[in-house]
């Protein structure tokens, strides 16, 4: 089998020069219709507290010591991949090609992203709940580490907690759910030891009979619904990243607004 090509931060910033994005979404017009997400502030991204934000289909946290650069890098990162996947693979259903056009475009900007295979969840009882599968999931990558466990949970249990039509939940859910089908990632970064980054990723394909509704916190039952995860920790090239970071968010301007809110402090 062939070794891929080495990453650099010049083939990077090609890529991400290059990277083909959907159109941006409407902006609100005078007596026009609304736009497709309202704009949102700018996050406020502080190093020495743990953060999250949701950025369109994905849950991202960081945990104290993550500088507010890399904070705002890797969420530029996670949109870019996942504008990419959408213009690539248009079609919702099409699960499994979207998150390779995802995982390759993560990959092309300093994400090493190793393993991408899917597995499928098996629920033990007769009800299944992707909250509780979700925490399944992060407890076998991340028990080794109960602080980034204890972030991801206390990010999950946030969201929990807000309204339905809160715009948090409104944006996850309209970037997520198709029908029967849906696609999400919850990601939790932290510094190394040596002062680089890592990310626990978390991918999820979910399918069920009936239509979803409320996709992180859906129930139904087990026998009617398949989850497949793939989990994996992911270093950070962080020469390769912070070498696109200005191209980035030009590349990014217009879309950032709309796909990306920052969850209250927790």
Do not use: C
């Not at 990077?12 to 290059?18: G, N, S």
């Not at 995982?103 to 969840?121: E, K, N, P």
Request: proline fraction near 6%; hydrophobic fraction near 50%.
């Amino acid at each position: 089998m062939p070794r891929s090509p080495r990453v650099t931060a010049a083939s990077a910033l090609k890529f991400v020069e290059t990277a083909e994005l959907p159109r941006r979404p409407a902006t609100r017009r005078r007596g026009g219709a609304t736009p497709a997400a309202a704009p949102a502030p700018a996050p406020v991204l502080d190093e020495t507290r743990a953060q999250a934000a949701v950025v369109g289909g994905e849950l991202l946290s960081f945990a104290p010591g993550v500088g507010a650069d890399w904070r705002q890098d890797l969420m530029h990162s996670s949109l870019l991949a996942q504008l990419v996947a959408r213009r690539k693979v248009p079609d919702a259903e099409r699960l499994f090609d979207w998150y390779d056009a995802y995982f390759d475009t993560l990959a092309q900007i300093g994400w090493a992203v190793h393993d991408r295979s899917f597995s499928v969840y098996v629920e033990s009882g007769q009800r299944f709940s992707a909250h509780e599968a979700i925490l399944k999931v992060a407890a076998t990558l991340l028990g080794p580490a109960p602080a980034t466990l204890a972030l991801v949970t206390s990010t999950l249990e946030a969201l929990r907690g807000m309204e339905a039509d809160s715009p948090w939940m409104t944006l996850f859910d309209r970037e997520t759910r198709h029908a029967r089908s849906a696609r999400f990632q919850v990601g939790a970064v932290e510094p190394t030891a040596g002062g680089a980054l890592e990310v626990a990723l978390m991918a999820f394909a979910l399918e069920a009979r009936s239509t979803l509704t409320q996709v992180l916190f859906f129930k139904g039952v087990a026998s009617d619904v398949t989850l497949r995860h793939s989990a994996a920790r992911v270093a950070i090239d962080t020469g390769v990243l912070a070498g696109v970071r200005d191209a980035l968010r030009a590349k990014l301007v217009g879309h950032a607004n709309a796909f990306v809110r920052q969850l209250p402090d927790f």
